[in-house]
């Protein structure tokens, strides 16, 4: 049930992993026709038709009523105006009279106006690329589907499933000791402390600034032997300057993007004047991969590549050329210099003409990058993650991108960039985890509390409430923003039994995300996919299935007291209060309202499941997995399948299944 279509000459991408003959003849239900723009394909959508997919995108888990742009893109102002945000996930589910999925293969732009231009009409628009039509079954078996053509997850080890404390600002040993220190002084759990960039030598990739970090490899032995683990930053662009071993290298090599006359194309990126390592030629991408070595040779077990869309903040030429043109402006009439030369200043920072001007070596050739923009993400980190698996074949690291395409689901997870703390992005959040799991990237996660402006107390309780449930659990914030680490507000015994819950969960989690990594499932759904023929939970923008047993309603907006929840069937609802779990009276199918304190976390138990939990602990490696803890609902025997894999190997994944009966007792 699955139909291939081609147009134009699109780029391969090795997003799938099948091999399917091209069909012709037209893309039933679509129509296709050419427009100045490219290839349009359109249908019409009937009315209660829902659009799922779209993975990372700034608008609800339907798609309708909206217009979304594949275009890799680093912009901080996350809004609901926002058509690109730093992922191209090109997979749409229609659901309603037809049920059937479609993915656009193409690493160049493509726009979907989900009835945007016309309210009752899905088209696509793009210029090169594979067309893929999936059909059969319902919701779940499509996106099965889907996942079988694209190939396994990523799974990482099961201490990236801790908490992590993050901020821009961490610039020394002394740094990363105070805030360790403080969170085991105040009970708090925690596995990672993450490094931006101010670890490296003047932002040069695999550098160490030896003045702030005198003996990295024995600092991170020492925070290992307290529990806690480094994770490093990694940026796509590597600073231009010569003496500089990294960049020696890839210059002798003509390891980098190059310009039309075939010299290294220089942009600006934190470093100053930097090059772009051409990471979609497999030699280039096996060197980057190896410069990764160094901090692997210091004991680092994770990493987070950032700033690969890739961002840029000016390309050199072009700086130059605006210099020169304000230059000349000098001694005009001023507000008229302040249009001119604001305008031209803006427009230097992510270039279209920028992206159109550098080339990359391919086993296709030679080719310009806006046709490859959205996969530099997905290759860079496929270069760390080979790497790895030449550097320890049977060691599972933590590893995740900013930018991303479908197929870097492979080898590894995503966060979604620089949000903000805004109560509008904790609903983004987890409008975003479903649409993401059908891409394939399990292994997600939002900056927790918020990474641009100022939080506040109540948000980042509230944020954490939702967090607790999604695999890469991190709080990060942005230099200038008010500090938030957990033992920085007043209410730390909230703060504690929140984080304890993540780390009961851990069994839970653990266990869901293997089964759904080497099924081809996801791990958090719209109710209407458990539910078809419920056109109540059709319409449910703000409530998550999360894994086979549990459903998730998170409190999302400022002052609010609770929320209404609906259920849509008899569930069991098991409360955070106090620190400690409580399980309460069943609720029946229906709305309900539910009083929720920031301190307190509320999720459901489906009927006939079982939940494992495990004991408190101050991180992964002194939880103890063998001695679990069960919530079930059921009036007699609830099995469940744990995993019990080492959490270290590849070659163990998923080995230690075991179903487990546990005596249910209804309350």
């Known amino acids: 049930m699955i139909r291939r279509y081609r147009y134009g000459d699109p780029v391969r991408t090795d997003a799938i992993r099948e091999q399917v003959p091209l069909t012709d003849g037209a893309p039933s239900p ?79 732009r493509v726009v979907f106006d989900v009835g945007y231009s016309e309210r009752d009409e ?81 932002f040069r990739d695999f550098t160490i600034d030896a003045s702030r970090f005198p003996d990295f490899a024995a600092f991170v032995k020492e925070m290992k032997a307290r529990g806690i683990r480094l994770v490093p930053i ?33 942009v600006g990126v934190w470093p100053g004047d930097s090059v772009l390592p051409d990471v979609l030629n497999p030699a280039a991408r096996a060197w980057f991969g190896s410069g990764y070595k160094m901090l692997l040779d210091c004991g680092i077990e994770g990493f987070w590549n950032d700033m690969n869309e890739p961002a840029t903040f000016y390309g050199r030429k072009r700086l130059d050329e605006t210099l020169e043109k304000i230059s000349a402006l000098r001694g005009g009439d001023p507000l008229n210099v302040y249009r001119e030369t604001a305008g031209s200043v803006d427009a230097l920072k992510n270039n279209g003409e920028d992206y159109a001007s550098f080339y990359h070596e391919t086993e296709e050739g030679r080719i ?42 492979r080898y590894g997870g995503i966060w979604t960039g620089d949000n903000a703390s805004r109560w509008r992005h904790i609903l983004l959040n987890l409008q975003m985890l479903p649409s993401l799991n059908m891409c394939g990237f399990l292994f997600v996660g939002a900056d927790l509390g918020g990474f641009g402006e100022n ?9 954490l409430a939702l967090g607790v449930f999604v695999p890469l659990m991190r709080n990060h914030s942005a230099l200038g923003t008010r500090e938030q680490e957990c033992y920085r507000f007043g209410s730390r015994e909230a703060f504690r039994g929140i984080l304890r819950l993540r780390y009961a969960l851990i069994p839970y989690l653990y266990s869901e995300y293997v089964k759904c990594a080497l099924r081809g499932e996801m791990l958090f759904r719209p109710l209407a996919f458990d539910y078809p023929e419920d056109a109540r939970a059709r319409g449910v923008e703000d409530q998550l299935l999360f894994g086979g047993s549990l459903m998730i309603a998170p409190v999302y907006e400022q002052n609010a007291s609770g929320r209404y929840v609906y259920l849509p069937e008899r569930m069991k609802p098991v409360r955070l209060r106090d620190g400690r779990l409580a399980e309460e009276e069943p609720l029946e199918k229906g709305d309900h309202f539910l ?73």
């Open 368 to 409: 310009r990058h806006d046709r490859v923009h959205n996969l530099y993400g997905y290759y860079m980190t496929r270069a760390a993650a080979e790497y790895f698996a030449e550097y320890a074949p049977d060691r599972r690291y933590l590893l995740f991108s900013r930018s991303s395409y479908i197929g870097m689901h």
């Open 122 to 202: 899905l088209t696509v628009t793009g210029e090169n690329f594979d067309l893929w039509i999936l059909e059969g079954g319902g919701e779940r078996e499509i996106v099965s589907q889907f996942r079988r053509l694209i190939g396994q997850s990523y799974i990482p080890p099961r201490w990236a499933f801790g908490y992590g404390q993050s901020r821009w600002g961490y610039q020394s040993e002394e740094d990363v000791r105070a805030v360790a220190d403080a969170y085991r002084e105040a009970g708090l759990p925690l596995d990672m402390i993450y490094l931006d960039i101010d670890y490296m030598d003047g």
């Open 595 to 667: 009083t929720v304190p920031p301190e307190e976390v509320v999720f459901f138990l489906r009927e006939g499941c079982a939940l494992p939990l495990a004991k408190p602990a101050e991180n992964l490696e002194s939880t103890d997995l063998s001695d679990l803890d069960w919530i079930c609902f059921s009036d007699g025997a609830v099995s469940y399948e744990l995993c019990e894999d080492d959490g270290e190997s590849r070659s163990g994944v998923g080995s230690g299944m075991r179903t487990v009966l546990v005596k249910g007792v209804r309350t």
């Open 455 to 463: 939080t506040t107390e109540d948000l980042l309780l509230r944020w």
């Open 30 to 108: 679509f129509r296709a026709e050419r427009t100045e723009q490219g290839v349009r394909l359109s249908l019409k959508l009937a009315r209660g038709e829902i659009v799922y997919g779209l993975g990372e995108s700034a608008r609800g888990i339907n798609k309708r009523g909206w217009v979304y742009e594949s275009w890799n893109t680093d912009d901080p102002h996350i809004s609901e105006a926002r058509s690109s945000l730093y992922g191209s996930h090109n997979f749409f589910l229609l659901s309603g009279e037809r049920t059937f999925g479609v993915f656009v293969d193409c690493g160049e």
């Open 234 to 266: 990694i940026d796509a662009a590597v600073k231009a300057e010569e003496g500089y071993s990294v960049y020696d290298e890839g210059v002798a090599r003509g390891y980098f993007c190059k310009d039309g006359q075939g010299e290294p194309f220089v």
